[in-house]
């Protein structure tokens, strides 16, 4: 059940970046209805793909996980015992490295993101 838990935790965090990526995405909306400097649009632009990346990256994990998630639960409702060779093959160590990876870019677009809105538009 530890790994259940981790999974629904994990998802529920992703679930809230879904929201930070809307509220960026139409931050960036406004941006490009009131400037016209070539530079900023093009960040506008950079930044819209990197957000959509990062969704992407979210709904395939997100779906990975549930997969993962569902067949722990069988396991649960089963009273069987997981053991290791049953653990690695519901491939959770490139589960995890995916998730730590996406959390590490997120973070990381989050702050660029953040220093491009105060180099242009303060």
Same mark, same amino acid.
Request: aromatic share 12%; glycine share 4%; proline share 1%.
């Given at each position: ?12 965090e992703?679930?809230?970046?879904i929201n930070v990526?809307?509220i ?5 909306? $406004?941006?490009g209805?009131? =400037? ?5 649009? +093009?960040?506008?632009e950079?930044?819209? /793909? *990197? ?5 992407? $990256?979210?709904?395939?994990? =997100?779906?990975e996980?549930?997969?993962v +998630?569902?067949?722990l639960?069988?396991? /649960? *409702?089963?009273?069987?015992a997981?053991? $290791?060779?049953?653990?690695q ?6 589960? +995890?490295k995916?998730?730590?990876a ?8 989050? $702050? ?8 242009w538009?303060e």
């Amino acid at each position: 059940m530890n790994l259940h838990l981790r999974y629904r935790l994990w998802i529920a965090e992703m679930n809230f970046d879904i929201n930070v990526l809307r509220i960026f995405h139409e931050y960036l909306g $406004e941006l490009g209805a009131k =400037k016209g400097i070539a530079e900023v649009q +093009k960040g506008i632009e950079q930044f819209e /793909a *990197r957000f959509a990346a990062l969704r992407k $990256e979210i709904d395939d994990l =997100k779906n990975e996980m549930h997969l993962v +998630k569902m067949t722990l639960a069988a396991y /649960a *409702r089963e009273k069987k015992a997981m053991d $290791e060779k049953t653990y690695q093959s519901e491939n959770h160590i490139p589960i +995890k490295k995916r998730y730590t990876a996406f959390r590490e870019e997120f973070e990381k677009a989050k $702050e660029e993101f953040g220093e491009f809105e105060s180099k242009w538009l303060e």
